[in-house]
């Protein structure tokens, strides 16, 4: 298979005929099937939800004792199953104890968040890491002890600061950049093993 829009084509049809809304899903997959973050019967918060795909499968690993709480402006409208619950919301200005009391403690967040992007690299990276910044702010309000973070950033010039900060709640943060990931793409995974 040949890098470039061809492997990208690769992973769009994939998830068409595996009937994934979307094909961020492998980039999940590889993760969590290296690290093992989806465990039987845990609650799991979805940050940038749409249209769906995370919350798929991670509805199919956390099975019908586990839940999954998904927020993200956008509605989608695809999932339904009786342990998926939707918070419409924007991240950046949510009310963080408002949130706590709907959603309660999770077990592992993730956040697939992104900023539109405008194609100025400067400007893309710093609301991405906007993004990221909430996402953390709100697994150190929701997440148990020693459990687990995942989020997507763009790796711009500021990142390092807030990998730093991540490694301020958690015992160990690794980077990730799962094959899915499109070439030409900025995106990279933080990953924040057990909350301290
Ligand atoms: C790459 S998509 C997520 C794809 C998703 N993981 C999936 O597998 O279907 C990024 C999402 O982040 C959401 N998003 C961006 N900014 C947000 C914000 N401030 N609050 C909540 N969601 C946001 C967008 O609406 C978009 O749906």
């Not at 249209?51 to 927020?71: A, D, F, H, M, R």
Request: with cysteine; proline share 3%; aromatic share 10%.
């Amino acid at each position: 298979m040949k890098k470039g829009n061809n492997w990208d084509d690769h992973y769009t049809k994939r998830a068409k005929e595996e009937n994934w809304l979307a094909r961020s899903v492998y980039k999940l997959e590889e993760i969590d099937r290296k690290h093992r973050l989806i465990k039987n019967g845990a609650r799991v918060m979805d940050l940038g939800c749409y249209p769906g795909s995370w919350s798929q499968y991670v509805l199919e690993k956390v099975g019908k004792n586990g839940e999954v709480i998904g927020l993200d402006i956008e509605i989608p409208q695809k999932i339904s199953a009786p342990n998926f619950r939707f918070i419409r919301g924007n991240a950046l200005n949510i009310d963080m104890e408002a949130l706590f009391q709907e959603a309660g403690e999770i077990d592992l967040l993730l956040s697939d968040m992104a900023p539109n992007t405008t194609g100025n690299n400067i400007t893309d990276c710093a609301r991405s890491l906007e993004l990221a910044g909430r996402a953390l702010d709100i697994a150190v309000r929701l997440l148990r002890k020693e459990h687990d973070f995942l989020c997507k950033v763009f790796e711009g010039e500021d990142f390092k600061y807030f990998k730093e900060r991540v490694s301020e709640y958690f015992g160990q943060v690794r980077l990730i950049r799962p094959l899915a990931v499109r070439k030409r793409s900025r995106e990279i995974y933080l990953l924040g093993i057990k909350r301290l």
